[in-house]
């Protein structure tokens, strides 16, 4: 269980392999309202994790509200799980978890909700890699990183079980001075895998841009489990895809006369 928690860590906040199956350009602008923009970050960053270097791509997910004349932005973070892990995750996206799976998600957000756990200090660490890029270079050598306001790992709707969530409130404390953001991170199914997207912006003003990433995500999940065609409703692909892998594991566990 530990092993796999820790496995698990480094893909809640979305450090992962190859990037994703959509193009989030174009998903963007056929997706949200005319007043949200999003602009790519060229090529893939890196980040260290756990002694490895791991890529993700990202870019600037932004609002203008026209009434108040304000502006907000944060940055989308988009990745795929690593393949070790697709076997491990994939069985909680079935619509209808056996006792094993339920176990496994209360074991994980019972890791995720304790502050002493070794799974919040791995996302803290995660966190302080990043530190440079939110504070700048010099603050960031002396931050220290609070975690709060845990949302859990669940599914992010009745209508969208496709799609699991989670996030939280990551306050940086640098010489006094404090810098309150906030995370929500997304899994979902693809062609490829497990495919994550994030949102990491400012605490102050998030609410515009949570609502336009749930939208973006829904339409991010289902281009990437069925590709750019046409598509029928997500929940019957996935219940045929359900209904496909537990014909497998069942012929896995005959044995041979």
Not at 14 to 43: I, K
Not at 135 to 144: C, L, N, P
Not at 165 to 186: A, I, N, W
Request: aromatic share 10%; charged share 20%.
């Amino acid at each position: 269980m530990k092993k796999w928690l820790g496995c698990l860590c480094a893909a809640a906040i979305l450090l992962g392999g190859s990037a994703s199956a959509y193009d989030m350009n174009t998903l963007a602008g056929r997706t949200l309202p005319p007043n949200f923009t999003y602009r790519a970050v060229p090529g893939q960053q890196e980040l260290r994790f756990m002694g490895s270097t791991i890529p993700y791509t990202m870019g600037q997910l932004a609002v203008t509200m026209q009434k108040s004349n304000r502006f907000f932005s944060g940055y989308l973070i988009m990745t795929r799980l690593p393949v070790e892990m697709t076997g491990q995750m994939r069985r909680y996206f079935m619509l209808n978890p056996d006792q094993e799976t339920w176990n496994g998600l209360i074991a994980f957000n019972r890791a995720l909700l304790d502050p002493e756990s070794s799974f919040r200090a791995g996302i803290r660490s995660v966190f302080l890699g990043l530190a440079e890029d939110i504070v700048g270079k010099e603050r960031g050598k002396a931050v220290q990183v609070e975690i709060s306001e845990i949302e859990p790992f669940r599914r992010l709707s009745s209508d969208a079980n496709y799609l699991f969530t989670m996030g939280g409130k990551v306050t940086y404390s640098v010489d006094g001075l404090l810098f309150p953001m906030y995370t929500k991170v997304y899994f979902f199914l693809g062609n490829g895998g497990i495919e994550t997207m994030a949102l990491l912006t400012p605490d102050e003003g998030k609410a515009p841009l949570v609502y336009g990433i749930d939208d973006l995500a829904r339409a991010a999940a289902k281009e990437s489990f069925l590709g750019k065609t046409d598509y029928e409703e997500l929940g019957v692909i996935l219940a045929r895809h359900q209904q496909y892998q537990e014909q497998q594991e069942k012929s896995e566990k005959v044995s041979p006369e």
